[in-house]
């Protein structure tokens, strides 16, 4: 979904407040275990403040420093305090050492087959996933990419391990957006 270049500008041009957490987020928040959270592709933390808000230990990555200063920025106005780290998730394995997780949220991003095979490494047991993003219905276009839709078939690696708790998906007017919720059955 663009490059770093790109992300820094567009972070550095918003307005000095966050935008509102997603919506499929806040209105699936009663599927999350209490506890941590590791928000992939952050941005400048409208997931993870809500999360904060909610009580979450909440540790946010992405790529763009731009992002992770406005996040620790709003974050130090509210009093939170937030975990970031700077990391390219093109780069090999970009997770290895991140950690566990009661909750991992990927908003916005459409990680490969190989790195959501990777997550159930970092989710405890009983542990949620949370996906959500433009979906395979989604119309591109200049911004939106083929290769940024996430598709039914991501999931394919993660079937043994995790368990599909809810599937949501809707059209507004920015377009066609799909919501996937697992946990994960570590035996």
Not at 17 to 32: A, C, G, M, Q, W
Not at 171 to 178: A, I, T
Request: charge should be neutral.
């Amino acid at each position: 979904m663009g490059n770093n270049e790109y992300w820094n500008e567009k972070f550095v041009n918003r307005s000095d407040n966050p935008l509102r957490p997603e919506k499929s987020l806040v209105d699936n928040i009663r599927y999350f275990k209490k506890g941590t959270v590791l928000d992939i592709a952050c941005g400048d933390g409208r997931n993870a403040l809500f999360l904060l808000e909610k009580c979450f230990s909440v540790t946010g990555i992405d790529f763009s420093s731009k992002a992770l200063e406005r996040l620790n920025l709003f974050g130090k106005r509210k009093g939170y305090l937030i975990n970031t780290m700077q990391i390219d998730l093109d780069s090999p394995n970009p997770l290895k050492n991140i950690g566990f997780f009661d909750n991992i949220v990927i908003n916005h991003y459409r990680l490969n087959k190989q790195q959501l095979a990777d997550i159930e490494r970092h989710l405890t047991s009983d542990g949620i996933l949370f996906v959500s993003g433009f979906g395979h219905k989604h119309k591109v276009d200049s911004k939106i990419k083929e290769e940024d839709l996430i598709q039914p078939t991501d999931f394919e690696n993660i079937e043994k391990s995790f368990e599909l708790v809810n599937y949501t998906e809707f059209q507004d007017e920015r377009g066609f957006f799909v919501t996937y919720i697992f946990c994960n059955r570590k035996i």
